[in-house]
């Protein structure tokens, strides 16, 4: 990380990207994403499908299209009606080097290559900017233009980067529809927070035509951070029997486990998912394994951990189980009812303390003193790093956004309020840093964190 902080003084000018972590720098043509330089191979005879919705922010896809080609991508444009409004057919043709195709009914267009043979071609569908029209239509599973039927015909990933006034982006139609579509598996880039075209201030804006760029390469490539590397997470709640038809649990809804998981895939990473149960769409590229019982979940783990090289806890796993469950419904014949509870195991620690382990990084959820019990837990678990959240009263639990303190035995850092796939991805990035730093040598396992101070 002081590397990276070296280097970062080297290239002024740094722009950071509101709402993400990332370190992105321009220098002239040569481009460095988190300290590492992008070379015109990264991305070589690539196929990307760049379409282009109606919003002001088009303006800026002229600049992904070169930055793309300049990594050896090849880009071929399509634009909706909308998006024809805001930035010319022309110019999107002059930085491509390809027609850009606008319609489904051109005859022409479509004798040199169908929109099924276009769909084929695309190995990545990346729409820059999606407008909040565009997201809905592309929920719906319309078919009504040539990007949307591009969209249905594609057995590759999509992507979309929305871009939008703050209030469309928050409306609960938008919400929705992002929800379904990243429950399909297309990934939602951004957008990032900070002013708008229209004056205001807030979430909304597309992400910076670097940091997409990043993302595709990404998702062309899997040439991330954790490439090579297999990372093992828990997720969700636990359920603790009483009777055949009662339990004990609590509102986890593991939104948080699936986003660093889904975090994880896109840093290139094989991902093994162990959840509780949630009523949440696996993401692309993962597995998963489905549990009920903490006592389930530590079975399900220790079969997976040998071969891990990162274990993450994000589980709220059951703390006590009922001491002896009853085999048949349990009927009301007193005023009163005790019920004996025992403690379950701890999966993280048990793992945590294997003599060969994996990097192991637990969560914390506190109601108070967060950052203090947090640190104990990292202490008495004998943990590489620890995420501590604030619960209770409509925070973290079952909400869209969350904040963390993440800890290591000698450094802290804060990562403020976000949505939490975003957040995912700037704590898998410091997860990727601490494991490669501890890997190096750079720090002793239980303080590879201590550069991040
Ligand atoms: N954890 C676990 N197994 C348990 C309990 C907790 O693996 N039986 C893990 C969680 O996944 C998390 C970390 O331990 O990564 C801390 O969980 P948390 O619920 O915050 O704390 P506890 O250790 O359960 O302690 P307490 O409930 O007293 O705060």
Redesign the pocket.
């Known amino acids: 990380m002081a590397g990276v902080l070296a280097e970062i003084a080297l290239f002024q000018p740094v722009v950071c990207v509101a709402g993400e972590c990332r370190r992105i720098i321009h220098c002239n043509r040569v481009n460095r994403i988190n300290g590492e330089p992008l070379t015109e191979a990264r991305m070589q005879g690539k196929r990307i499908l760049l379409g282009v919705t109606g919003g002001i922010a088009a303006y800026k896809s002229p600049d992904l299209v070169r930055r793309l080609r300049e990594l050896g991508a090849e880009v071929q444009v399509v634009m909706t009606a909308a998006a024809r409004e805001f930035v010319t057919a022309a110019t999107f043709q002059a930085v491509s080097g390809r027609p850009v195709r606008t319609d489904l009914w051109d005859a022409a267009a479509e004798a040199a290559m169908g929109h099924i043979e276009l769909a084929r071609w695309a190995e990545l569908v990346l729409i820059a900017p999606a407008s909040a029209d565009f997201l809905a239509r592309l929920a719906t599973g319309q078919a009504d233009d040539l990007l949307t039927t591009l969209c249905l015909a594609t057995e590759s990933p999509i992507a979309v980067a929305p871009a939008m006034n703050r209030v469309m982006w928050a409306n609960a139609a938008t919400r929705a529809n992002v929800e379904t579509l990243q429950q399909r598996g297309i990934q939602v880039f951004g957008p990032a927070e900070g002013e708008q075209a229209c004056g205001e201030v807030g979430a909304g804006r597309m992400l910076e035509p670097l940091e997409l760029v990043d993302r595709a390469r990404f998702l062309t490539t899997r040439e991330g951070p954790l490439r090579g590397r297999r990372v093992l997470i828990?997720a969700g709640p636990t359920r603790e029997r009483i009777d055949p038809v009662r339990f004990i649990s609590n509102r986890s809804s593991g939104k948080m486990g699936f986003a660093v998981a889904q975090a994880a895939r896109e840093a290139g990473a094989e991902v093994v998912l162990v959840c509780g149960p949630v009523s949440l769409a696996t993401p692309a590229g993962i597995r998963r394994i489905d549990v009920e019982s903490?006592a389930d979940?530590l079975n399900a783990v220790m079969g997976e951990v040998c071969g891990a090289d990162i274990f993450i806890?994000?589980?709220?796993?059951?703390?006590y189980r009922p001491a002896a469950p009853a085999e048949q419904k349990i009927k009301k014949t007193t005023e009163h009812m005790d019920l004996s509870m025992e403690r379950?195991?701890?999966?993280?620690?048990?793992v945590a303390a294997l003599p060969h382990r994996p990097f192991v990084v637990?969560?914390?959820?506190?109601t108070e003193s967060v950052e203090q019990?947090a640190r104990g837990?990292l202490m008495k678990?004998n943990l590489d790093m620890?995420a501590a959240n604030e619960v209770g009263h409509d925070k973290a639990f079952d909400c869209e956004d969350n904040a963390l303190i993440v800890l290591w035995r000698n450094a802290r850092r804060e990562l403020s309020r976000a949505p939490k796939v975003t957040l995912a991805r700037q704590l898998v990035a410091l997860i990727a840093e601490s494991y490669a730093a501890g890997k190096s040598g750079l720090a002793q396992r239980g303080s590879a964190g201590s550069a991040l101070a």
């Open positions: 828990t903490a979940m806890s994000t589980a709220a796993v059951a703390d379950t195991p701890d999966v993280l620690a048990t637990g969560f914390a959820a506190e019990h837990k678990k620890i």
